[in-house]
């Protein structure tokens, strides 16, 4: 009998990726060169977020979509923080509104205006404290309305709500740096990656720690729900330093389901999971390619599907959510590539080839929109709700008629789980010291710099009134 290879029948084998023509690109923008294993940037129907390099503090450009090409020097900034940006996230249910951390130890909230920035913003609508030390990771909760998670270098993650502009709850079960944050569909789990090795799945309100591996074999960095399948996906490193993602079992973290060695090279690996095509994206930092998988619920998984190849390296990476692509092209998912060398935010469409100009129904099936399922009050009480779905069929237009207001509320002390977080300050490490000496030598050397100006000054100005004196008009 011949042999004959067994191919997989799937409707996504083709999918191409298919990069934006150059006038629809945004160019000139100042990327920030931090080396913070963050994307900086954060994309949604209406606007695009970057993290930008600049003096004095943190800041970051809020872009309309629709204004692409070159971007003006002095275009205007969100820069009100005293440390860099780390990281930025939109709110998925008020698109207008933006959450930031920093090195500064703060986490704050930003309303832009209808249109986007006419002049620098300065002044947030809410700033949180309650981290430490500086804070690398926002997350907003995917079903559940200002409802806000931030893990900060003190180890420890907090969760906001912004109803009242204060931490609620703390999961302090940690015992390095936090590196990643993923929800479950219905954000009643939450995974977490950290440096101590360890892989965690976490009950969020209480705190308690569900299932938890040690990850000796596969260094774990990155890990993303793969939506209702109750499984998880990490990209990690081997014992060979080679790069590796992991697939587990939620329920069950003692040995991952399968691992796949990915190629040698020492880029950090981000995973995007899109639940509605059961595609998985894998694209390294540093790299020029994105891979993309199909993931099954039977062995072996995971199938390769294909490769997008480009020559320059990126970043980070934004991802439009559902409701912002185009349907009528059968875009099944758009990345924002941050390319730092030519300060250029690349968009490149991820496309399933069809001839017929009709809505694809079997690519576009129902999908979470911009309705939150629960109010905060509701989600700290216990309750998990399904997120409310809608569908693309129209191409979704509709903006969400809700509005943030931000609570009043007085300086005081931040008690969380009886613990006071302002107070309780751990001592500090000796990079954050070298920080702070270096900043007050530079802040020396410009109060002298200004003093010497003044008696320059002075002298020039009792030299002239000598002058003065004695000309021979005054004699």
């Given at each position: 009998?011949?042999?004959?290879?067994?191919?997989?029948?799937?409707?996504?084998?083709?999918?191409?990726?298919?990069?934006?023509?150059?006038?629809?690109?945004?160019?000139?923008?100042?990327?920030?060169?931090?080396?913070?294993?963050?994307?900086?940037?954060?994309?949604?129907?209406?606007?695009?977020?970057?993290?930008?390099?600049?003096?004095?503090?943190?800041?970051?450009?809020?872009?309309?979509?629709?204004?692409?090409?070159?971007?003006?020097?002095?275009?205007?900034?969100?820069?009100?923080?005293?440390?860099?940006?780390?990281?930025?996230?939109?709110?998925?249910?008020?698109?207008?509104?933006?959450?930031?951390?920093?090195?500064?130890?703060?986490?704050?909230?930003?309303?832009?205006?209808?249109?986007?920035?006419?002049?620098?913003?300065?002044?947030?609508?809410?700033?949180?404290?309650?981290?430490?030390?500086?804070?690398?990771?926002?997350?907003?909760?995917?079903?559940?309305?200002?409802?806000?998670?931030?893990?900060?270098?003190?180890?420890?993650?907090?969760?906001?709500?912004?109803?009242?502009?204060?931490?609620?709850?703390?999961?302090?079960?940690?015992?390095?740096?936090?590196?990643?944050?993923?929800?479950?569909?219905?954000?009643?789990?939450?995974?977490?990656?950290?440096?101590?090795?360890?892989?965690?799945?976490?009950?969020?309100?209480?705190?308690?720690?569900?299932?938890?591996?040690?990850?000796?074999?596969?260094?774990?960095?990155?890990?993303?729900?793969?939506?209702?399948?109750?499984?998880?996906?990490?990209?990690?490193?081997?014992?060979?330093?080679?790069?590796?993602?992991?697939?587990?079992?939620?329920?069950?973290?003692?040995?991952?389901?399968?691992?796949?060695?990915?190629?040698?090279?020492?880029?950090?690996?981000?995973?995007?999971?899109?639940?509605?095509?059961?595609?998985?994206?894998?694209a390294g930092k540093g790299d020029g390619n994105i891979r993309y998988y199909e993931i099954?619920?039977?062995?072996?998984?995971?199938?390769?599907?294909?490769?997008?190849?480009?020559?320059?390296?990126?970043?980070?990476?934004?991802?439009?959510?559902?409701?912002?692509?185009?349907?009528?092209?059968?875009?099944?998912?758009?990345?924002?590539?941050?390319?730092?060398?030519?300060?250029?935010?690349?968009?490149?469409?991820?496309?399933?080839?069809?001839?017929?100009?009709?809505y694809q129904e079997d690519i576009y099936p129902m999908t979470p929109g911009t309705e939150?399922?629960?109010?905060?009050?509701?989600?700290?009480?216990?309750?998990?709700?399904?997120?409310?779905?809608?569908?693309?069929?129209?191409?979704?237009?509709?903006?969400?008629?809700?509005?943030?207001?931000?609570?009043?509320?007085?300086?005081?002390?931040?008690?969380?789980?009886?613990?006071?977080?302002?107070?309780?300050?751990?001592?500090?490490?000796?990079?954050?010291?070298?920080?702070?000496?270096?900043?007050?030598?530079?802040?020396?050397?410009?109060?002298?710099?200004?003093?010497?100006?003044?008696?320059?000054?002075?002298?020039?100005?009792?030299?002239?009134?000598?002058?003065?004196?004695?000309?021979?008009?005054?004699?």
């Amino acid at each position: 009998m011949s042999w004959r290879p067994q191919y997989r029948s799937s409707k996504f084998r083709n999918v191409y990726g298919k990069a934006a023509s150059r006038e629809h690109c945004f160019d000139g923008i100042p990327i920030t060169k931090n080396v913070h294993d963050n994307h900086f940037c954060a994309v949604n129907a209406r606007y695009l977020a970057i993290v930008t390099e600049s003096a004095g503090g943190g800041s970051f450009l809020v872009i309309p979509l629709e204004q692409t090409g070159r971007i003006e020097p002095n275009y205007p900034k969100v820069c009100g923080h005293q440390g860099n940006v780390l990281d930025i996230k939109w709110n998925p249910f008020i698109e207008n509104i933006i959450a930031s951390c920093s090195e500064d130890t703060s986490v704050r909230i930003w309303e832009i205006p209808e249109g986007g920035l006419k002049r620098n913003m300065t002044e947030a609508a809410l700033e949180l404290y309650g981290h430490s030390r500086r804070v690398g990771l926002v997350e907003w909760h995917p079903t559940t309305n200002n409802i806000l998670f931030s893990a900060g270098y003190d180890y420890k993650v907090l969760i906001w709500n912004l109803d009242i502009g204060e931490p609620v709850k703390m999961i302090d079960c940690h015992g390095d740096v936090i590196l990643c944050l993923s929800f479950n569909a219905d954000g009643s789990l939450l995974a977490t990656t950290c440096k101590d090795k360890k892989l965690r799945v976490l009950e969020p309100r209480s705190g308690r720690v569900l299932q938890e591996a040690s990850c000796k074999n596969h260094r774990v960095n990155r890990v993303v729900f793969l939506g209702s399948t109750k499984r998880l996906l990490t990209t990690g490193v081997s014992r060979w330093n080679t790069r590796q993602i992991a697939l587990w079992d939620q329920e069950d973290l003692s040995m991952p389901l399968i691992e796949e060695e990915i190629d040698g090279l020492s880029g950090l690996l981000f995973p995007f999971y899109d639940a509605d095509t059961h595609m998985l994206y894998l694209a390294g930092k540093g790299d020029g390619n994105i891979r993309y998988y199909e993931i099954g619920s039977e062995k072996p998984y995971l199938s390769y599907l294909m490769e997008f190849r480009s020559p320059a390296p990126q970043k980070g990476l934004g991802v439009m959510p559902k409701h912002g692509l185009d349907v009528s092209a059968c875009e099944v998912f758009r990345f924002y590539k941050l390319i730092t060398l030519k300060g250029l935010i690349e968009p490149i469409s991820m496309i399933v080839p069809r001839r017929s100009e009709t809505y694809q129904e079997d690519i576009y099936p129902m999908t979470p929109g911009t309705e939150p399922a629960l109010t905060p009050d509701e989600w700290l009480s216990g309750v998990n709700r399904d997120p409310i779905l809608m569908s693309l069929k129209e191409g979704y237009k509709r903006n969400s008629k809700i509005v943030f207001k931000a609570p009043v509320r007085e300086k005081k002390s931040v008690v969380v789980n009886g613990i006071d977080l302002l107070e309780n300050v751990p001592p500090r490490t000796e990079n954050e010291l070298l920080r702070m000496f270096f900043r007050q030598q530079d802040e020396i050397r410009r109060l002298k710099d200004e003093l010497s100006q003044k008696d320059i000054r002075i002298r020039q100005l009792q030299l002239e009134l000598k002058n003065f004196r004695n000309s021979p008009k005054n004699n």
